[in-house]
């Protein structure tokens, strides 16, 4: 086709922003040709590849706004390592009907069992289902709320929290927060309530979130909201990575 057919196509895909098509329709259009393919399914084939590939970069949008720290899957996790999670319901969850029913999920277990590598591959099933994901560690959470607070932009940083359909705090316990702190943070878990879907790591058993919390009232109505509507994996056991260094070590002896 003459080249100024070509340019001139080119310069209206641009207009309209269709960047996909004006990248394929000549190798589509040659393609057509010698299959024998009639205008229609090759301007099907041609919009079709242009909504799947805006499909693909709107998830990798959400999932770089969602701030994981890595990218974990649940592809690269061994199930058979710790038998007491239940791999149907972890699958069910990545299915993301809980976030529309705006569930809540804790995992809650010893350090190195898998809680944020779940976490993240939880969140990236809902980015992938079209859905606004943050991901926070609670110290990053709680000191985010602080510097809001002093810069006068927590409202700002609520409502952006607010939007996201799915907030992870991960390892809640780590770490002790101030009295301010844990009145943002409970500020933030308080607003999600039955409202939006709270996914919430920590190391330590429910029992001893008063540490975290400081004081039983404030403990009391935090666990009662979180855990109503609540998935709760317990993931209690040897810590992966131990388990594999030792196994590497081993594996160099022998050799
Ligand atoms: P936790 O948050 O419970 O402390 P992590 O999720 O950070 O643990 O896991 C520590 C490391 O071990 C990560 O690199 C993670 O990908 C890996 N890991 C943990 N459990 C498994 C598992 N069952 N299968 C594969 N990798 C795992
Ligand atoms: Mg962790």
């Known amino acids: 086709m003459a080249d100024a057919v070509i340019d001139l196509l080119k310069a209206h895909f641009r207009q309209l922003r269709l960047p ?23 301007l099907l084939r041609l919009t079709e590849l242009e909504l799947g590939n805006r499909a693909a970069n709107a998830i990798a949008t959400r999932i770089k706004n969602a701030g994981f720290p890595v990218l974990k899957d649940f592809d690269t996790f061994d199930f ?13 969850l990545a299915r993301g009907e809980w976030i529309e029913y705006k569930y809540n999920c804790c995992l809650v277990g010893t350090q ?6 779940i976490a993240i591959a ?7 289902q079209g859905l606004r994901v943050c991901f ?9 709320l602080e510097k809001a607070q002093k810069q ?3 409202d700002k940083l609520l409502g952006q929290l607010e939007r996201a359909h799915l907030l992870i705090c991960d390892e809640l316990g780590y770490v002790s ?22 996914l919430v790591t920590s190391n330590l058993p429910f029992s001893d979130w008063g540490q975290i919390f ?7 109505a935090l666990l009662d909201r979180l855990t109503h509507r609540c998935h709760i994996f317990e993931m209690n056991g040897e810590s992966y990575r131990f388990r594999e260094s030792m196994k590497s070590k081993k594996g160099r002896k022998s050799a």
């Not at 190195?112 to 590598?117: D, F, I, L, V, Y």
């Not at 926070?136 to 985010?144: C, G």
């Not at 927060?177 to 409202?195: A, T, W």
């Not at 400081?214 to 009391?220: I, N, S």
Request: overall charge positive; glycine content about 8%.
């Open 112 to 117: 190195g069992t898998g809680k944020t590598h």
């Open 177 to 198: 927060f101030s009295r301010g702190g844990v009145e943002l943070l409970f500020r933030v878990f308080g607003d999600r309530y039955e409202r939006a879907s709270l």
């Open 80 to 92: 058979s390592a710790l038998p007491q999670l239940s791999k149907p319901k972890v699958l069910e």
């Open 152 to 154: 006068y932009t927590l």
């Open 122 to 128: 939880l969140g990236q099933a809902a980015c992938r």
């Open 136 to 144: 926070f560690t609670a110290a990053e959470l709680v000191s985010q």
């Open 20 to 42: 996909t098509m004006s990248q394929e329709f000549e190798k589509l259009a040659r393609d057509a040709a010698a299959t024998n393919q009639n205008y229609f399914q090759f």
């Open 214 to 220: 400081q004081g039983e009232r404030m403990t009391g």
